[in-house]
């Protein structure tokens, strides 16, 4: 029986939009370990305060930021499930410094980029947060490594991210398909909600941190004033959160580089990647200010990248301001 009414589970989704129709089942399989380690990491957010679960464990990670204990949760919730799914070969995390690697012959691997949780500043004030996901597949009888992980965004297979929000919303890209399913809490099961999802012609919000303005170069200056005054300012301060509202609402999202951060602040691989193939599927676009997010060779696994994403003709109005210098 469907979960929550009329509506489809993911599961009864993507046995009759993929299995049936010929998809192999592996990468549903992915799909669905990714849905069940976001129930659990739904719980863990929602309960932190109550098991004083909440706050930094005094960790410092690869990245050189404080690792909140719901970080660490979120990571070995997902490791788990992936590789307990049968059919990942590699993860990389922004947790974990070197690449997991799966035990076992994985004949139709993928490989999986994740942000277990994105927005961890915003933990502690109960502001809404996410997960996020690239997917990749390894060529027939390839013997994964840390290169495998290393490839364009371009080559992804399917991306997707979970906002934790006030409600817990799980998008879905393939090529050609962008789809929404909400969770519903009391059977655990997410449900169609948000099928076919296309970036709105019209653009009402841009989101950026207006605080760094003063360290942004002299085009970037510019291509954001356009924005401050064309648009209305929506900044969260979780990507996912910000992302998500663009892409049913409508807007743009930029974190250029600055002054203090020459590459930006997000990353390439399990940041901008996934989200950059969401918004393309969905009709909109993603940049550097100066090229194509998916066209990127990766040079290492937790670089970083400047970030224009989200209504196509606003992103590219935006790296036009920006090229012109
Ligand atoms: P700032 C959260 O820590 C994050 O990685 C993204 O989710 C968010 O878009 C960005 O950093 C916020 O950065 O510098 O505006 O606080």
């Given at each position: 029986?469907?979960?929550?009414?009329?509506?489809?589970?993911?599961?009864?989704?993507?046995?009759?939009?993929?299995?049936?129709?010929?998809?192999?089942?592996?990468?549903?399989?992915?799909?669905?370990?990714?849905?069940?380690?976001?129930?659990?990491?739904?719980?863990?957010?929602?309960?932190?305060?109550?098991?004083?679960?909440?706050?930094?464990?005094?960790?410092?990670?690869?990245?050189?930021?404080?690792?909140?204990?719901?970080?660490?949760?979120?990571?070995?919730?997902?490791?788990?499930?992936?590789?307990?799914?049968?059919?990942?070969?590699?993860?990389?995390?922004?947790?974990?410094?070197?690449?997991?690697?799966?035990?076992?012959?994985?004949?139709?691997?993928?490989?999986?980029?994740?942000?277990?949780?994105?927005?961890?500043?915003?933990?502690?004030?109960?502001?809404?947060?996410?997960?996020?996901?690239?997917?990749?597949?390894?060529?027939?009888?390839?013997?994964?490594?840390?290169?495998?992980?290393?490839?364009?965004?371009?080559?992804?297979?399917?991306?997707?991210?979970?906002?934790?929000?006030?409600?817990?919303?799980?998008?879905?890209?393939?090529?050609?398909?962008?789809?929404?399913?909400?969770?519903?809490?009391?059977?655990?099961?997410?449900?169609?909600?948000?099928?076919?999802?296309?970036?709105?012609?019209e653009c009402p919000y841009y989101s950026?941190?207006?605080?760094?303005?003063?360290?942004?170069?002299?085009?970037?200056?510019?291509?954001?004033?356009?924005l401050?005054?064309?648009y209305s300012q929506r900044y969260?301060?979780?990507?996912?959160?910000d992302?998500?509202r663009n892409?049913?609402k409508g807007g743009i999202f930029?974190?250029?580089?600055?002054?203090?951060?020459?590459?930006?602040?997000?990353?390439?691989?399990?940041?901008?990647?996934?989200?950059?193939?969401?918004?393309?599927?969905?009709?909109?676009?993603?940049?550097?200010?100066?090229?194509?997010?998916?066209?990127?060779?990766?040079?290492?696994?937790?670089?970083?990248?400047?970030?224009?994403?989200g209504n196509?003709?606003v992103?590219?109005?935006?790296?036009?301001?920006?090229?012109?210098?």
């Amino acid at each position: 029986m469907p979960a929550v009414g009329h509506r489809k589970t993911l599961q009864e989704y993507l046995t009759s939009e993929w299995q049936d129709k010929g998809r192999n089942g592996g990468l549903g399989a992915v799909i669905m370990a990714i849905a069940d380690g976001s129930c659990r990491v739904e719980h863990q957010v929602r309960q932190a305060s109550l098991a004083d679960a909440l706050g930094a464990t005094g960790e410092i990670n690869v990245q050189g930021e404080i690792v909140q204990r719901l970080d660490t949760a979120s990571s070995d919730i997902f490791v788990e499930t992936l590789s307990q799914s049968g059919h990942v070969a590699a993860i990389g995390c922004e947790e974990i410094e070197r690449p997991v690697i799966v035990e076992g012959d994985i004949a139709d691997g993928f490989i999986v980029l994740m942000d277990p949780l994105d927005g961890s500043s915003n933990i502690d004030v109960a502001v809404s947060i996410g997960s996020i996901f690239g997917i990749w597949q390894k060529s027939p009888g390839e013997i994964v490594n840390e290169d495998s992980l290393l490839r364009p965004g371009k080559d992804q297979v399917a991306a997707a991210y979970v906002v934790y929000g006030s409600s817990t919303v799980l998008v879905l890209a393939t090529k050609g398909n962008v789809c929404g399913f909400t969770l519903d809490t009391e059977s655990g099961a997410f449900a169609l909600t948000h099928p076919g999802i296309k970036i709105p012609a019209e653009c009402p919000y841009y989101s950026t941190n207006e605080g760094n303005n003063k360290v942004l170069d002299q085009p970037t200056q510019k291509a954001i004033t356009l924005l401050r005054n064309k648009y209305s300012q929506r900044y969260v301060g979780s990507l996912v959160a910000d992302f998500h509202r663009n892409l049913l609402k409508g807007g743009i999202f930029a974190y250029p580089a600055d002054q203090n951060r020459k590459d930006g602040r997000l990353r390439l691989m399990y940041e901008a990647n996934p989200l950059g193939f969401v918004a393309e599927q969905a009709g909109g676009a993603a940049s550097t200010g100066y090229q194509r997010i998916l066209d990127i060779v990766p040079q290492e696994l937790h670089q970083r990248t400047p970030l224009i994403l989200g209504n196509k003709d606003v992103v590219e109005d935006t790296v036009s301001v920006i090229k012109a210098g």
